[in-house]
């Protein structure tokens, strides 16, 4: 799951820009990997790949600040 | 007097020193603070060899230091030059080598993307406020702040000497450097803090990045009225529901922002649950607001006043007009002209035209620019001489805006000169066929275009993005068409997508869009 996230966003959100790796801690929506299109884009494949609904309430930083912190709300909704 | 934006600061740091100038999350800047490392920059920079007029890049992504960034250049007698952080490194690399950018200020956030950007780059002497494995000068903001201002020698700056140049994307060709001077700058924060009424109370959340020339109301605005403006991170404007958290937490009183901003905001009707009670401005500018988020919009804040905003980047703002009730029902006016500001209404051979008649808008301002960097060609074709007297000229900026005076006097916003088109002999105009497309309720957002189907044969396309839970295919569209447009008005090709492709600024990205559909048409 961590890994089809970091693919995902390094090659279709960060434009190609991205020498390196991302990092389960790199902050994808300050430091620009992601730009506001690329968020609802993000939203969207998380919705299709792993078969859930986000709420406009669930759209909130502490969800989708960085990988870490996508697979942690991913976890708590499977409860 | 103030002469120079640098004053702004000096002024308002020494009528009152604590009142918070910026603020990030939990980060604040009081206005004697702010003059202190402003100072602090400047003397780093002087030292460094940056000299009158000199171009000095900031590169950041939202950030408190973007504040002290800009005065720091400034009050060396720098030239700020802002750079999105978020473009491809190509475009960075023009803009470095268009206006010869020797040194850039920046942050540590944008460490990997500054690396990968400077590294085979020989033009860049040195960066400030991130220190780099390059092999190029660096020094953090911990270590400029350290700086005790000894032997500082302040620079003489004046009105007419540049403050900024902001590179505009252009719909063809390469980008262009609007400049701005000291004087133009500072207008712009008289008159738009006069028409305001901006107050040393005001909370203003400052959403437009620094590239972007409406960013200049929180950075020059804001400050010249002693108010407070709140630089919202990267994050929140992404997330609109922690934006609209923030919105509450912080009572904000000013907004100004591209419509599309606001209509995210409205999205899941969460804002309905917040208090912003305190909001009596909302500036929206740089695309047409739909009415009906409009309209949503004016119930939910009755007690805020809605401002349509209009302004090309070369002259700032130069009209306005406040939303009234009437107006809800058909285009809202871009307005009049405000002070020290005049326009003209041409045609193509620079005629005056009559009342009610379209023609290009041309505008003559204290908040006008001086030209475009390194291009007098530009610069000399985008404006117009009126002889006043043998001596005296009035210097007017060509919009190259479509506009009309309504019945009450005020102006009426077309469309771009280039967006009426002829399609087998019939004269299109291509916003009045995004304006029918968007009165069908499943629609919001919508952008026609023409499109060279093969050579010589043209037509008429739309991309249409819906609102969740419609479900409308192109077929159903032509249909709604056919009573409202004439048959060759009505788009050929009809595209739903499920998101549009943005500029940075938060306008639909055309061009990109176009080649998409275009991408679409062949495929088929």
Redesign the interface.
């Known amino acids: 799951m961590e890994q089809i996230l970091k693919d995902f966003i390094r090659e279709q959100l960060a434009?190609g820009?991205?020498?390196?790796e991302i990092d389960i801690e790199d902050?994808l929506?300050?430091?620009?990997i992601?730009?506001?299109?690329g968020?609802?884009?993000l939203i969207?494949f998380i919705e299709n790949e792993f078969g859930i609904k986000i709420?406009?309430?669930d759209?909130?930083?502490?969800n989708?600040?960085t990988v870490g912190h996508i697979l942690d709300y991913l976890s708590r909704r499977k409860q | 007097m103030l002469e120079t934006l640098p004053q702004i600061i000096e002024n308002s740091a020494r009528s009152h020193p604590e009142r918070e100038a910026f603020r990030f999350g939990s980060k604040a800047l009081a206005y004697s603070e702010l003059e202190h490392r402003m100072h602090q920059l400047a003397d780093h920079l002087i030292r460094i060899g940056v000299k009158k007029g000199d171009r000095v890049g900031v590169y950041m992504n939202r950030c408190i230091e973007t504040a002290i960034a800009i005065y720091g250049i400034m009050r060396a007698g720098g030239v700020y030059v802002p750079l999105d952080a978020m473009t491809p490194h190509s475009r960075t690399l023009f803009l470095l080598k268009d206006c010869s950018i020797a040194h850039i200020v920046s942050t540590r956030s944008q460490k990997k993307r500054l690396t990968s950007l400077l590294t085979d780059t020989m033009v860049v002497e040195s960066v400030i406020g991130v220190t780099l494995d390059l092999n190029i000068k660096s020094i953090s903001w911990d270590n400029l702040f350290e700086n005790n201002l000894e032997n500082y020698q302040p620079v003489a700056i004046g009105p007419d000497d540049l403050a900024y140049i902001m590179y505009t994307s252009g719909s063809t060709g390469p980008p262009k450097g609007i400049m701005h001077t000291h004087f133009s700058g500072l207008s712009y924060a008289r008159l738009s803090a006069d028409l305001y009424g901006v107050h040393h109370l005001d909370r203003f959340a400052s959403h437009a990045p620094l590239h972007f020339d409406i960013s200049t109301f929180g950075f020059f605005t804001v400050p010249y009225a002693g108010a407070t403006s709140i630089i919202l991170s990267d994050a929140h404007v992404k997330m609109p529901f922690s934006l609209a958290q923030l919105l509450e937490k912080e009572q904000i009183t000013i907004w100004y922002s591209v419509p599309l901003a606001l209509i995210q905001l409205l999205q899941g009707g969460f804002l309905e649950q917040k208090d912003l009670k305190s909001i009596r401005w909302v500036l929206f500018g740089g695309e047409n607001f739909a009415l009906k988020y409009l309209k949503t919009f004016t119930k939910l804040w009755p007690h805020a006043t809605f401002c349509n905003v209009y302004g090309p980047a070369e002259v700032n703002q130069c009209t306005y007009h406040n939303v009234v009730p009437d107006d809800l029902n058909s285009n809202i006016p871009i307005g009049e002209v405000w002070s020290d500001t005049s326009f003209k209404i041409m045609d193509k051979n620079y005629k005056e035209v009559d009342d009610g008649i379209t023609g290009q808008l041309l505008i003559q301002s204290v908040t006008m620019m001086r030209g475009y960097w390194n291009n007098d060609a530009l610069t000399k074709k985008s404006t117009y001489i009126e002889k006043v007297t043998p001596t005296k000229n009035n210097i007017y900026y060509c919009t190259g805006d479509m506009v009309y005076k309504n019945e009450y006097g005020k102006l009426v916003f077309v469309g771009r000169n280039d967006r009426q088109v002829k399609i087998r002999g019939y004269r299109i105009e291509m916003n009045e066929v995004e304006s029918i497309l968007l009165r069908h309720e499943g629609v919001q957002e919508a952008a026609v275009f023409v499109i060279e189907k093969e050579e010589g044969v043209k037509i008429l396309a739309a991309a249409l993005l819906l609102f969740p839970l419609f479900d409308i295919d192109s077929k159903m569209m032509t249909k709604f068409c056919r009573g409202l447009l004439p048959q060759h008005s009505i788009p050929t090709m009809i595209e739903v997508l499920p998101y549009f492709p943005r500029t940075s600024s938060g306008k639909i990205d055309r061009p990109t869009l176009l080649n998409r559909i275009t991408d679409k048409l062949i495929d088929a």
């Open positions: 434009n820009t991205l020498e390196e902050d929506l300050g430091s620009g992601v730009d506001s299109l968020i609802t884009r969207l709420p406009p309430e759209m909130l930083i502490e989708f600040m």
